[in-house]
């Protein structure tokens, strides 16, 4: 007997999937309003990050921004605490709850309003058994904290999450196009190491983290902050030493008030909250940007895809490179380069080198090495003629995601280098090979990631390259002429 | 999940939905050709899985309700968490004197979504009034036996 499989029955009425996916599109809907979503978390707990969450709320409120927080520790949550919402019954309109508002404008939603005092968050479960659905069921309630408050316009959403790394892989899942992590710690060992083991887990995830923040700064040995800035080479966005008049006005809910006093720790919080502002408004210039080229737009309106064009314009293009593109940069031994002349008539080469030949000078600026080659200097004459200049790095033999680059590139004899670059190669001079003719350095103007999809995992196998050799057998170059017995491509 | 009548190669069509209170789940599919029904049963464990998602077997009959899963799941939700409605429930559907009393028991938490939900319920239908008997219909036809 031949019975048919499940996807070859056609879905009925239940059509979960299609369920699933209708609220993504809620969510997705939700933040078509909100310009960033921004996580806050921590490897460790007890480390301050709802404090953190709330002072960068109260802060870039008063900059001006339009603040949201989600308070996503579903089972201890503390942000009405801090920001004295304790007691605020939550209205319900057609469009959704309204979000308890503080006094000076923060919108927010947490558990804590929804749950009796002094009770755990308990869910309608027979006891003993919670374990197999607990997981699904604070997901949901994530899901529904983004996509049924009614958010109004947003220029950034904190979503301050537990420690532990579980519920940014649910809101990662969720808010893909989020603008990424900021992560906070304590001075202390073992708050490094826990911290170490999430941010490792924001780079596999391929999640920007925008910078790390270093709380009770001096009131432990260590210098968890500035070491873990340093290896993960993200920024250290401000250190706030342990105060005792803050920790008062968290405890009775005066955070946004101590924000205006004059106390000693305002200029580590105002430098601290000028640098997320920063990150915040730069992200929105960067926003308003990625619209799309005329053709792009003309296509897009002709196939019905302008929404879902938007949706990844605003969430997967940057115009710098993140930590984890720096990195896949870093393993590449090719790139594909595309140039054109002032006409427009376009030339697309590969170029080759060991892992790391092109060189990530800054998030904006890349370099690579041009070697001797067949004379004609197609790319190098393009870019004379026309600066623009596209690459694509495709990483074919771990992750098999792809890179888009996109900016303007300027030749550099190896006697003129820019001092970015002449310096790395004092430093890392034994990395750049002696055969270098001259530099294209790019000022990147666009990246964005090339699914993995539909790329092919490939195995390396041994093959020993002779750089900028003139042997015409390792060259191969004549390769497509016409010859005797030239019906087979050699395998090297 | 999917059910596939074998005898006939045809997918069954649901049919019907119990929630008998006790955290399980009964849902009856019959097949269109030889009408053959078959009844799903699930335990609580499977009931609440599938509940934690947020969807529905059969498909769902009214929008999801905002914050449906939390107000519907949490157990230690507040009286107070939302501001009460201060008239009586009007609009296009009016609610019966009986109706308002029986809405009047459900837990204030959940009260304002249980009432979207039955006057979504109504104006699907294109009905303007809501009954005691058209609340005992929607509860068994919308799976809120157990709310």
Not at chain 1, 42 to 62: Q, W
Request: with cysteine; charged share 25%.
């Amino acid at each position: 007997m031949q019975i048919r499989t499940y996807h070859e029955v056609q879905e009925h009425e239940s059509n979960l999937p299609d369920q699933m996916a209708e609220q993504q599109v809620r969510v997705d809907a939700r933040l078509a309003s909100v310009g960033n979503v921004i996580g806050v978390m921590s490897g460790k707990g007890g480390v301050g990050k709802s404090l953190v969450s709330a002072l960068l709320a109260a802060g870039l409120s008063k900059h001006g921004l339009r603040v949201g927080v989600i308070d996503a520790d579903l089972n201890g949550p503390s942000m009405p605490r801090f920001l004295g919402l304790e007691s605020c019954p939550l209205e319900e309109t057609d469009d959704g709850t309204l979000p308890a508002v503080t006094k000076g404008g923060l919108r927010v939603i947490s558990m804590s309003l929804l749950i009796e005092e002094d009770k755990a968050l308990t869910w309608r479960e027979p006891i003993d058994a919670g374990f197999v659905w607990r997981g699904a069921q604070e997901r949901r309630a994530l899901r529904e904290f983004i996509s049924d408050v009614a958010w109004g316009e947003l220029d950034v959403l904190f979503v301050d999450l537990p420690p532990g790394t579980g519920r940014l892989a649910e809101l990662h899942g969720l808010v893909p196009g989020m603008l990424g992590t900021i992560t906070v710690t304590i001075p202390s060992v073992a708050s490094q190491d826990a911290v170490a083991r999430s941010l490792h887990f924001s780079e596999q995830r391929g999640l920007h983290v925008l910078g790390l923040v270093e709380n009770l700064s001096g009131l432990y040995e260590g210098q968890a902050g500035s070491e873990l800035a340093r290896e993960f080479s993200i920024p250290l966005l401000g250190q706030i030493p342990f105060s005792p008049e803050l920790a008062v006005a968290a405890d009775d809910g005066s955070v946004e008030d101590w924000l205006d006093t004059e106390e000693s720790l305002q200029a580590e919080i105002h430098g601290l909250v000028g640098a997320v502002a920063d990150i915040c408004k730069k992200s929105a210039t960067k926003l308003a940007m990625h619209e799309g080229t005329v053709g792009e737009q003309q296509v897009q309106a002709t196939q019905g895809s302008r929404e879902r064009a938007k949706r990844f314009y605003d969430r997967q293009m940057r115009e710098d490179l993140s930590s984890v593109m720096v990195k896949l940069i870093a393993e590449q031994e090719m790139v594909f380069v595309a140039t054109a002349d002032a006409d427009g008539n376009c030339d697309c080469s590969p170029r080759f080198g060991t892992p790391g030949f092109v060189i990530t000078l800054d998030e904006k600026t890349l370099a690579y090495p041009e070697y001797r080659g067949n004379g004609v200097f197609a790319s190098l004459g393009n870019i004379i003629e026309n600066p623009h200049i596209g690459l694509v790095f495709v990483d074919f033999f771990r992750t098999t995601v792809g890179l888009h680059v996109n900016g303007t590139a300027v030749l550099h004899p190896t006697d003129k280098l820019p001092i970015a670059l002449s310096t790395y190669i004092e430093e890392e001079g034994h990395k750049v090979d002696s055969k270098v003719e001259q530099w294209v350095v790019i000022t990147v103007d666009e990246a964005y990631i090339h699914c993995a999809k539909h790329v092919p995992r490939m195995t390396k196998k041994d093959k020993r390259i002779k750089w900028g050799t003139d042997d015409l057998k390792a060259k191969e170059d004549n390769f497509f002429l016409e010859r005797k017995g030239a019906h087979e491509i050699p395998v090297r | 999940m999917k059910f596939l009548c074998v005898d006939c190669d045809r997918q069954m069509e649901f049919e019907d939905r119990t929630v008998p209170g006790d955290g399980t789940f009964a849902a009856v599919f019959q097949c269109p050709a030889c009408e053959r029904s078959t009844a799903m049963l699930a335990n609580p464990m499977e009931t609440q899985l599938v509940s934690s998602l947020g969807v529905q077997v059969g498909g769902r009959t009214v929008p999801e309700a905002p914050m449906e899963g939390i107000r519907s799941q949490v157990s230690s939700g507040r009286d107070d968490a939302f501001v009460e409605p201060t008239e009586t429930p009007t609009g296009p559907v009016q609610w019966s004197v009986e109706a308002v009393e029986r809405l009047n028991h459900v837990p204030s938490f959940v009260r304002g979504m249980v009432k979207k939900i039955y006057n979504e319920y109504a104006k699907e239908r294109g009905l303007a009034e809501m009954t005691p008997g058209l609340m005992d219909r929607a509860r068994t036809d919308l799976g809120l036996e157990d709310m």
